[in-house]
């Protein structure tokens, strides 16, 4: 009954019979009761007007944007398991990215840690980074004894061990150069999946090998924060029910050292994905279970009868190590086999990987043979030797030779005229966020940098290029928050940034270039540098906004010789901590 029911019964009665009479005092009591209701809910109800700050940053203003709670430093938007946890652990997809819709995520500034220091510089930071920019003990507690790292003084430090290569990566590396050509400029680009901390990739780099490691938001916390914190290539991420964010053919090995990625489960739908993903004549090695695993020895067979359906040689089995080479020619399907594979249908596009379900079928990839291991090109050739896959582009060989030298160009001017600290140890981890074709990063290939090559996934799907270089990278959403954690970037460049937010048919804006600046700052490391190009209007917003996320920002005019009007920011992120001070 409710209010109602304290009603007297003649006053119930008539509410609801239509009797009620109202009397002058009754019209005054209703005013004034809505009044007070109306008094309330304008002071307790949170207002984004003309004058709050956020809403000014968002409209160009240079209103401050406010901190982040002290809780939310390692905060990531789309692996957050506050959401997570409420979603189906089927195949993982609790563990994939879910981001919030627009407007859900707080729009803050992300706060470093309390006793945050600028990081170790490369290569020093391959072997020790600062404990306290990342305060997490339980993998030295649990896996120290493995060599995966260990805590002594102020330091974390990684002496190279993994689970599968306990006395360290040089060791177990030179054991499968026995097999793989790891030290031959044959292979260049791999992927790492379940990567720990990341030291099978990070003692590759000396051989001139880019391995891109990845790993879930996972239960010690953090392993993929501290490789990119020992400025190692890595990337947040999970195999559960979508293909991960690369092109086709893009990998000339993929590695998995206990990664426990149930290949064969599902219809071989993740071995269908690493096939996907693998150059031809490209190398699978896989160290941990189910090779000769005791009690997995159903999951061993079954790995080693689906590898054969796929025409893959199996190259060796060194104790726990299994090592198979990919047909370097086009596929042997379809064949009689125990799992049902077969070729997809031609409607099919294997390079699309931006929310795609995983296929149960092996996808038809062209100019299989012209991009295979032992036709590409060797490193550093295929840096700025143009691909077979070029030809797919419309005027492609052309394109490609303008994109090279046009950031040759560029990135002269940045280093000299623009103050740019690229050469130098301050930058270690680069991400370009508009990378077309990779020129900017095959421009500094010769600096102490990796290039985070980002294309956009609704433009050209142009990835594949930037892998067949030798570099790396990922399809991305820039209106979507990037699945990294907090602090992880030294430098972040954005060509065209209007382009990144617009729609590429309509024109018409998708997102607010705020909210893709506040994504920049959140994986910005402070002091690190961000440089935006744009049109005149667009970097006079950008410059705003920077304000607003207190970076020191200058706009300068572009290069000279390009006779253009687009103008260049770059801004530098200050280094403040809770409370909002500046160091």
């Known amino acids: 009954m409710g209010l109602l029911s304290s009603l007297p019964p003649h006053r119930r009665g008539g509410a609801l019979s239509g009797g009620w009479q109202w009397s002058f005092l009754d019209v005054v009591w209703a005013v004034f009761l809505l009044a007070v209701v109306v008094f309330l809910a304008l002071v307790f109800t949170p207002r984004r007007g003309a004058g709050d700050p ?50 859900e995520a707080p729009a ?24 306290d920019n990342m305060p997490y003990g339980k993998i030295a507690e649990r896996k120290g004894h493995q060599g995966w790292m260990k805590h002594e003084g102020s330091y974390f430090i990684f002496p190279g061990g993994g689970t599968m290569f306990p006395d360290g990566a040089e060791q177990y590396i030179e054991k499968l150069s026995q097999y793989v050509p790891l030290k031959t400029g044959v292979l260049r680009t791999g992927l790492d999946m379940g990567c720990g901390v990341a030291s099978f990739g990070g003692f590759l780099l000396k051989e001139n ?24 290539p890595a990337f947040l991420l999970m195999l559960g029910t979508r293909r991960l964010p690369f092109p086709a053919q893009s990998f000339d090995f993929v590695h998995c050292s206990r990664c426990l990625i149930p290949f064969t489960a599902y219809n071989g739908s993740y071995l269908i994905e690493v096939d996907r993903l693998l150059r031809p004549g490209g190398y699978l090695i896989i160290s941990g279970p189910p090779v000769r695993w005791k009690k997995q020895e159903k999951e061993w067979d079954e790995l080693q009868v ?38 997809c249908s031609t409607d ?37 030797k143009p691909s077979a896959r070029v030809s797919l582009i419309n005027n492609g060989a052309n394109l490609f030779e303008i994109d090279s030298q046009k950031w040759v160009r560029r990135v002269s001017y940045y280093k000299k005229s623009l103050g740019v600290k690229l050469g130098t140890t301050h930058i270690r981890n680069v991400m370009d966020m508009n990378a077309f074709l990779g020129g900017f990063a095959a421009a500094i290939v010769s600096d102490p940098v990796w290039v985070m090559n980002v294309v956009p996934a609704r433009k050209p799907l142009t990835l594949g290029v930037i892998y067949d270089r030798g570099l790396i990278g990922v399809y991305h959403d820039w209106c979507e928050p990037f699945s990294t954690y907090p602090r992880t970037y030294d430098l972040i460049h954005a060509d065209a940034i209007d382009s990144l937010i617009n729609d590429p048919i309509s024109g018409t804006s998708r997102c607010d270039l705020f909210d ?33 996320v207190r970076w020191n920002a200058q706009v300068h005019d572009s290069e000279p010789e390009s006779g253009s009007t687009e103008k260049i920011l770059v801004a530098t992120k200050t280094f403040w901590k809770l409370p909002l001070t500046s160091q």
């Open 54 to 103: 956020l809403s000014v940053a968002r409209s160009g203003g240079a209103a401050p944007v406010p901190p982040c709670a002290a809780s939310e430093v390692d905060f990531l938007p789309c692996e957050d398991p506050r959401r997570s946890s409420r979603l189906s652990r089927e195949m993982n997809y609790y563990r994939e990215r879910h981001c919030p819709a627009r407007g």
């Open 108 to 131: 803050c500034l992300v706060p470093p840690p309390s006793g945050y220091r600028i990081p170790v510089p490369w290569p020093e930071s391959l072997h020790k980074i600062w404990h």
């Open 209 to 232: 090998i880019m391995t891109l490691s990845f790993a879930p938001r996972d239960s010690h916390k953090s392993q993929i924060q501290f490789a990119l914190e020992r400025g190692i």
């Open 306 to 343: 689906m590898a054969g359906a796929l025409c893959y040689k199996l190259m060796t089995v060194d104790g726990n190590t299994a090592i198979w080479k990919k047909p370097a020619e086009a596929s042997c399907l379809p064949n009689q086999n125990e799992f049902g594979l077969d070729l």
């Open 348 to 384: 099919d596009d294997p390079d699309e990987a931006w929310y795609f379900k995983l296929k149960k079928c092996v996808g038809k990839v062209s100019m299989v043979e012209e991009i295979a291991i032992g036709s590409i090109q060797r490193w550093p050739d295929r840096l700025s």
């Open 516 to 548: 893709v600046m506040l994504e920049m700052d959140r994986i910005l490391r402070p002091e690190g540098t961000a440089v935006i190009r744009g049109s005149p209007d667009v970097i006079n917003k950008a410059a705003q906004v920077a304000q607003s």
